[in-house]
């Protein structure tokens, strides 16, 4: 089966620290990568995506993944946090079951303490 | 452009009662998707449209749910006789998909459901 898996619900890090969120995917074709941030009581902003090409990808924000192949992975960065990080983030995957449809994953929060 | 609409935003309802959400996407967007929203929980995939087909349901989605999208533009989805476990916020999104799939989701605000 198809699946998003985001490992850790919830992530706290110091302002000015390092951010690493964590995404693998499984897939039996070449999958389309994507990470989504979500403010309270909003839907969903694209960060950043992965459709083909370079593995590295940077987005908004200042934020960063990198697609590898071999881990099935798609850990979202960013090298320094900043309190208005504090969000929930969700990777998600779109899949070819026949009309392309785009799973998330459970989502993890990211708390930034000052 | 003024991205993806929807309304109402929030809706209490009693239980058993019937609710409707519409949603507007982006003008020139082929595809429509709803999703479901639980709190602490990613989105969940509920159906989605190629301009008035609706292309896939999820079994998530029963008998009580229905959607539609008449003429390929606003969509609307509707819960009949409404549960308490009905309760979440219902995401529509919409993209342009034209032979690459790779084209980035919009969302909505969502439209928060509180059944009581």
């Known amino acids: 089966a198809q699946s998003v898996t985001q490992l850790g619900s919830h992530v706290s890090v110091s302002e000015g620290a390092l951010v690493l969120l964590r995404c693998n995917y499984s897939?039996?074709?070449?999958?389309?990568l994507f990470w989504y941030v979500q403010y309270p009581n909003q839907g969903l902003q694209l960060l950043l995506k992965y459709t083909t090409g370079a593995t590295l990808v940077k987005g908004i924000n200042g934020f960063e993944a990198e697609f590898k192949k071999s881990e099935t992975s798609f850990h979202l960065t960013k090298p320094s946090a900043h309190m208005s990080d504090a969000a929930e983030y969700f990777c998600a995957v779109t899949l070819n079951t026949g009309g392309f449809k785009t799973i998330f994953g459970a989502g993890t929060r990211l708390f930034v303490k000052a | 452009d003024t991205g993806v609409s929807q309304n109402p935003r929030h809706k209490i309802t009693k239980r058993g009662q019937n609710v409707t959400f519409r949603c507007d996407p982006i003008?020139?967007?082929?595809?429509l998707y709803w999703y479901r929203q639980t709190l602490g929980q990613g989105p969940e995939f509920l159906t989605y449209f190629q301009n008035e087909a609706q292309l896939e349901k999820s079994r998530l989605l029963s008998d009580r749910f229905s959607a539609e999208r008449p003429k390929g533009s606003f969509s609307t989805l509707e819960i009949q006789r409404t549960e308490q476990g009905d309760s979440a916020m219902y995401l529509c999104?919409?993209?342009?998909?034209?032979?690459?799939?790779?084209?980035?989701?919009?969302f909505g605000e969502g439209s928060w459901l509180t059944v009581v």
């Open positions: 897939s039996s074709v070449p999958p389309y």
């Open positions: 999104a919409s993209s342009f998909l034209q032979g690459n799939p790779g084209n980035t989701i919009y």
């Open positions: 003008s020139e967007h082929n595809r």
